[in-house]
């Protein structure tokens, strides 16, 4: 019975053994076949044609990931090149704004100083390093004082016209009361010194930062864009500076004054640098004969 189940084991068996060895040999045969023009073992084109596909993803997915990561480095390069181009830039704008300003200081100071040349009377030029807060055209405070030889009184100029006058000092600065304030009043007449008879008073108008004229006879004319300039009848400023430039006039009267108003001409919105005119109005000789009347009266 044994024998008879051996041999039965063997019959089943024998296909499946037949099958290992015919496809052995085929591995064989196929792994021995070369191309004949490659001399190239088929075995091994059909492996690399089966671990083509495997291969060229694996590849892709290594350059993409590369690439990725590679274009995050490439953005944080170019995102500190961009900031410190940025700051390049503003450096760059800083140093030619300040190149200008230096300039255009330069400008003005050359300014002032072809006025103290021309001018007849010695001046002091000086910078203004403060305005005062409660009103913009109020007044300014300057960086010279008594140890440059500031007095109170004193007119201060631009090459534009007249600011206004030295109203305190101290050693090193000194406060100027604008032309425009309220307070102030200077000498002046519309037109050319000496050949107008349009001669008045001039007086500050506060925060609008004009001037207006008074006195002037109704009858005189005046327009739109005549220049208004200093007489010197004032005890402040010498005449012939210039005060401004009349930008409104008001229909007068033979007994009624016309109404005027100026825009100064320094540009005291933007005043920067300034002139202290070491210039004191001469004083009145005293007469030395009078009526007889006025003497009793004195007595």
Do not use: C
């Not at 010695?122 to 409660?134: E, F, G, L, T, Y």
């Not at 004054?257 to 100026?262: D, R």
Request: overall charge positive; glycine content about 10%; charged content about 25%.
């Amino acid at each position: 019975m044994a024998a008879i189940r051996t041999q039965r084991e063997i019959r089943q068996r024998a296909p499946w053994w037949l099958f290992a060895l015919l496809a052995l040999n085929f591995g064989l045969m196929t792994y021995d076949a070369r191309d004949s023009d490659t001399k190239q073992r088929k075995i091994r084109s059909i492996a690399q044609m089966v671990m083509y596909p495997l291969q060229r993803g694996t590849s892709g997915s290594a350059n993409w990931f590369g690439g990725f990561f590679g274009n995050i480095g490439e953005l944080r390069r170019a995102s500190t090149e961009n900031e410190q181009l940025r700051k390049q830039v503003a450096d760059m704008q800083t140093e030619l704004r300040d190149t200008r300003e230096r300039a255009a200081e330069a400008g003005r100071l050359e300014q002032l100083l072809k006025l103290s040349e021309t001018s007849q009377y010695k001046s002091i030029a000086a910078r203004v390093i403060a305005r005062d807060p409660s009103m913009w055209f109020d007044g300014i405070t300057i960086d010279k004082g008594r140890w440059a030889g500031v007095e109170v009184n004193m007119p201060v100029v631009t090459t534009g016209g007249i600011v206004g006058r030295v109203v305190s000092t101290s050693p090193l600065s000194s406060q100027v009361m604008l032309v425009t304030d309220e307070r102030s009043g200077a000498g002046a007449v519309v037109g050319q010194l000496n050949q107008s008879t349009a001669m008045g008073s001039v007086k500050g108008m506060g925060e609008i930062g004009l001037l207006e004229m008074r006195y002037v006879s109704g009858l005189e004319k005046v327009q739109t864009g005549d220049t208004v300039i200093t007489t010197g009848q004032d005890g402040i400023y010498p005449a012939g500076y210039n005060v401004g430039e009349v930008i409104e006039v008001r229909p007068g009267s033979a007994t009624q004054a016309l109404v005027i108003h100026i825009r100064p001409g320094a540009g005291l919105e933007r005043v920067k640098e300034v002139a202290v005119l070491m210039y004191r109005a001469p004083q009145r000789a005293e007469p030395d004969q009078t009526l007889p009347n006025v003497e009793k009266k004195k007595q």
